[in-house]
């Protein structure tokens, strides 16, 4: 019974270097089969189909020649034009999305406010206010871009007319 007690406390003590010993034969093994691969198994590899025309099989016809109204497209226009849009007419009176005629914006002046460049703009219908760069007003139609003040203008987008609009002041 000593024999077996001493036996299974030294199995206890190196147990760490049986596992290694276990995973070090395992990665032995397994390099062997790497470095030492079977040979595969014969296969016989049907030959390939025939390239030759019988007597019975034509030559396929020729395709069909390219009609001469067919040109290349220039360059210069996939460079210059989106080609994804449509081309039409332009409208014939500026409408805002209800339909009627865009309002006129008139600067009266621009000057220096506490918080920076200042444009004084009023719209048609009478409504006057002073706007920095990136305020929009007119009921979300127009949107201050840049205000110089140097040159006396004003660049506004227009929703109503899908453009910018440069004001000038005094007119």
Do not use: H
């Not at 001493?6 to 596992?19: A, D, P, S």
């Not at 865009?102 to 048609?124: F, M, S, T, Y």
């Not at 305020?135 to 139609?141: N, P, Q, Y």
């Amino acid at each position: 019974m000593e024999q077996l007690r001493k036996i299974g406390l030294w199995l206890l003590l190196v147990k760490e270097r049986i596992v290694l010993g276990i995973v070090v034969l395992f990665l032995l093994a397994r390099l062997y089969q790497v470095f030492n691969p079977t040979p595969p198994p014969d296969v016989e590899i049907p030959p390939p189909p025939s390239t030759d025309l019988s007597a019975s099989e034509a030559m396929p016809e020729d395709p069909p020649a390219q009609p001469e109204s067919i040109r290349p497209t220039p360059a210069e226009a996939l460079a210059n034009n989106n080609p994804f849009t449509v081309q039409s007419s332009p409208p014939v009176a500026p409408a805002g999305e209800d339909g009627e005629k865009a309002p006129n914006l008139v600067l009266r002046r621009i000057r220096e406010g506490r918080d920076g460049v200042e444009a004084d703009i009023q719209v048609e219908g009478g409504d006057r206010g002073r706007y920095k760069a990136n305020d929009t007003f007119g009921d979300g139609k127009f949107r201050v871009q840049r205000i110089d003040p140097a040159g006396q203008t004003v660049e506004v987008w227009s929703t109503a007319e899908r453009k910018v609009l440069t004001l000038r002041a005094g007119g």
